[in-house]
């Protein structure tokens, strides 16, 4: 089973995929239809149990899912839930082709957060190494963080333009749809910012991670401070302030 497309049928372009490889068949295809929802322009392809119907990992499912997300010249970052599921994966890659392995990551990331993140990135265009760190970096989204960004402090950028660019601008701007920044405009937001080269913050956070505007708990009606820089920046600003003035589609 692969999730690649919404439900109107539209085909997976992004140029990397994602392998979930869980010990649970349900919950590896759980996690490929909740990421599916944030990233339908992303081929998903959950390679889940033993193979029989049982708990456990399966080196012919995670063979089968390898090979069709690096079909066609596609890179892939395959994500697990368990170690064994890594050991799995890894001898999966031992007997590949070294092409193939050449375009396989291993990312070191929970399971459900990393394939979301990771999903947004690869839908805004990201390649290989920017989807692999969006995974990774998801890990430590919800730890407690030093400090919140400012403007003379930036949020790190995960791929896009270098958080220390000259700031191009800023803007406040209030949500307008009631349920504010759930996982949805979420999701749309850090899709339309990874596909600038500009470094984009809101409230602090890195707008290109899914995973960091969801953590605000920003509602409607609330005040948000946007800013941007890096050579798209402009851009990236006047984008952003639309999409959070036309209320995602909700309103």
Do not use: Y
Not at 1 to 14: N, P, Q, R
């Amino acid at each position: 089973m692969s999730l690649s497309a919404d439900s109107s049928g539209t085909a997976a372009v992004a140029r990397v995929a994602l392998v979930l490889v869980s010990h649970s068949e349900q919950l590896a295809q759980g996690v490929a239809e909740l990421a599916a929802q944030m990233a339908p322009q992303v081929l998903l392809l959950p390679a889940g149990g033993d193979g029989s119907g049982g708990l456990g990992t399966s080196f012919e499912r995670v063979e089968e899912a390898v090979a069709r997300a690096t079909a066609d010249g596609r890179s892939a970052v395959v994500l697990t839930d368990l170690g064994s599921a890594v050991l799995t994966t890894e001898s999966v890659l031992d007997l590949a082709e070294p092409e193939v392995v050449a375009r396989v990551r291993i990312a070191d990331a929970p399971l459900v957060e990393g394939a979301v993140a990771a999903a947004v990135t690869a839908h805004g265009g990201g390649g290989l190494d920017a989807v692999l760190a969006s995974a990774e970096h998801a890990g430590s989204t919800f730890a407690p963080s030093v400090a919140p960004a400012t403007a003379d402090t930036p949020a790190t950028q995960v791929g896009g333009a270098p958080a220390d660019e000259a700031l191009e601008g800023m803007a406040v701007v209030t949500l307008r749809n009631p349920l504010g920044l759930h996982a949805r405009p979420a999701a749309m937001l850090a899709r339309m910012v990874a596909g600038f080269d500009a470094a984009v913050t809101v409230d602090g956070v890195n707008a290109a991670s899914v995973l960091e505007l969801m953590k605000l708990g920003a509602t409607g009606g609330q005040e948000l401070t946007v800013r941007a820089s890096g050579p798209e920046g402009r851009a990236a600003l006047d984008a952003v302030v639309e999409a959070i003035e036309g209320g995602f589609g909700e309103v």
